[in-house]
Every structure is written in C-alpha cells, then in structure tokens.
C-alpha cells in the first residue's frame, strides 16, 4: 500500500459511508478506551494482568501514558494533498513509522497468538518485532509475514550456545535485525501478577522458540514433549543474565552480521555507550512501565537521547503511546520510529487478525491525518518545530 495515498482520508470517508450509506457503523472500538475495556472483557484475569499491569504502584506505567506536556503547534497552507508516511529504520524502508513491539505470550490474548499478529501486519505491510517469549516459533512468524519488513528482540540467555543457537535461527529466517532488549535483566515487582500467583511460563506459555530450539532441546534429558516441567524449569534456569556488561555486546555482533538496536535506553550516556559499542540504533523505552517503578518516562526521556546519538543511530520510542498524536509528538521529537504495544494486544484479543488490522487501519488513518492538519506532508520532515512545550508556551511560537 503506497504510503501517499491519503490514507487518512481514504479511510475516514469508507467509514461515514458505511454509516451513512450503508447503515453499517463499525463494531471495532475506534476510541483506544473502548478498545482497553472491550479487551478486557474478552481477556482472562490473567491475561488482563501479564498485559495491563506495570511495576509496584504503577506510577511509571500511568505517568508514561501522558504526552500533553508536548503541543503539536499546526501550520497552515503548506500543500499537503499528499502524504509520505515512509521511514527507515535498520537500512529498511518503512510504509509507514510504526512497528508491533514485542508482545510475549501472545496466545494470552487469543488462540492463534503471534500467527494472527503477523497476518495483520502483512495485510498493511507493518513491520513486526517478534519477542523471544512468543508463542510461536520464529520461523513460523517470518513465514506469515512474508516480505514484511521484521525484526527479532533478543532476550539474552546465561546459555551462549542458545544465544547463539538464537542469533543463528533469526538471520536464517529472515529477519531484518535483532533488537537486544537490556532493561529486563531481572524481573520487575508486577503486584497484579504477584497477587495472583501467576508466571505463564511455568504453564508452558510463550516458550515456543525455545522449545523449538535445537540447543535448548539438545540439553534436556528428554524432549519438552515427554517432560514439559523439566523443559520449564530449565528455561527458568537459562532464562536472563544479570551479570552483562556492555563489553559483552560483541557477543552479539559476532554471532550475527544482523543490525543491532539497544532496547530499554532512559539515559543519554547510556545512548552513547550503545553507540561506541557497535549498535545501529537505541530503543527509547521503560518495558510499559513493568521495570522500574517511579522511573523517567519514554517521553521525557526521549528529547535527550535524540540530542546525543539521534545524529549517529536510529531511535525508536516505545511504552505509553495510545494515540496517534502521541505517536506524532514522538516522530517530533526525533524518533524515527515508534512501536506500538498494549494497543495492538487488546486490538488482538478482541478480534484476532481482523481486529489487530482494522486498530492499525485506524491508527495509521488518524496519525496520517495528524500529520497533514500540523501542515507535514512526510515523516521525515517532521521535526522539533512541530512541536511545543508546555514550559515554553509562554512565549512566542
């Protein structure tokens, strides 16, 4: 789907004329409030709190939702029939600046788990970032998605030969890079989990890509098949490492010619140890708020990170963005891209596939026309001057 089309547009009138014309109104929330709430519905307890949840009082997790710090300051006449919505990101040329961040466990949310995730996204031609915690295994992923641009998150193991066997597995699939998530070296303090006692791996859930795994497999007594609770408890053993360093990310760029993005960066000199590491880009995240609570907030974050290395790497923000506004702010601000995340899973579990690709029809309709009522015809014009703010509102635009 070319990204000048007038997506916005094209989309708003399909859904006044179904309206209007065909007296069809949607039955697919279009308000991600109603979105959350019918998700919520359709969801287990369990589920709603793997995805909702953030860490301890949840003050990063709300707080991250919160863009209106920031004020789209629209011009006006600047010709904008058509639209470039089109990116790159890793040396990939983007349709549109949104990629699916990862999201483990997906088969939480509705029984065909990442498989219906990634028919969405190849439908719209929406890059996807498959986590290691998927249900599915990565090759099965990159199969449904075709030539859609996909990268793969890295989940580092206490096991070489499994990174490796890992690494391996992802270029050989086809994936466009590896983003190495860092912000999760051990686990947040999730109370909505905690208090109900529930950890979906020890159930068998989103360990599809190491059970699948050939090295994972080769270290087990018996196949996962014949002793799945020793298969899960050896993944909870080679799960993580908490002793890494940034000098062990030549582990990583030697066992893969992939690029290689930094997931979970808050700090600026963080952004430029990435860089003198050999990364090609910075992922501007707090894990949705499920780390650290109390913490800086993705937004807040970003304006620095972007000032230090945004000339040098890629940079992405993810956690909190809800609207396409935010996501708007975001590109302003300097990322080249965005991830979308809880959006998309409660697009998931109220409506598999369809579901996951209607939110995106309307996500990328509202940020389409967002970005031509604030007078941008492309993404790579948008710049700090599309925006405000709040502290500097006093003066003059």
Known sequence: MPSSDRFGARRVNEMYRQGMLEDETTEFPVSYDDLQEAA??????EGIA??????????????????????????????????????????????????????????LLHERGEIATAEAAAELDVPLCLSSLSSTPMEEVAKTLGETPKFFQFYWSSSDA????????????????VVVTVDAPILGWRERLLERGYYPFLEGEGVGNYFSDPEFRAQLDEPPEEDPEAAVEHFLDIFGDSSLTWDDLRFVRENTD???????????????????HGADGVGVSTHGGRQVDGSITAVEALPGIVD?????????????????ADAFKSVSLGADAIMLGRPYAYALAVGGSDGVSTYLRNFLAEFDLTMGLAGCDAVTGIDREAVRHESTLGSHC
């Open 40 to 45: 919520h519905e359709a969801m287990s307890e």
């Open 308 to 324: 230090e290395v945004g000339d040098e790497l890629d940079v992405t923000l993810d956690s909190g963005i809800r609207r396409a």
């Open 258 to 276: 992939l690029p290689i993005f930094i997931k979970g960066v808050l700090h600026p000199e963080d952004a430029r140890l990435a860089a003198q």
């Open 50 to 107: 793997y995805v909702h949840g953030g860490a301890g009082s949840e003050e990063t997790f709300e707080r991250g939702k919160d863009f209106s710090a920031w004020r789209i300051v629209p011009r006006m006449l600047r010709g904008v029939e058509t639209r470039d919505l089109s990116t790159t990101l890793m040396g990939v040329t983007l349709d549109y600046p949104v990629v699916l961040t990862p999201l483990g466990v997906q088969t």
């Open 162 to 177: 499994i990174g490796k066997s890992f690494l391996s597995r992802a270029e050989q699939a086809g994936y466009d890079g």
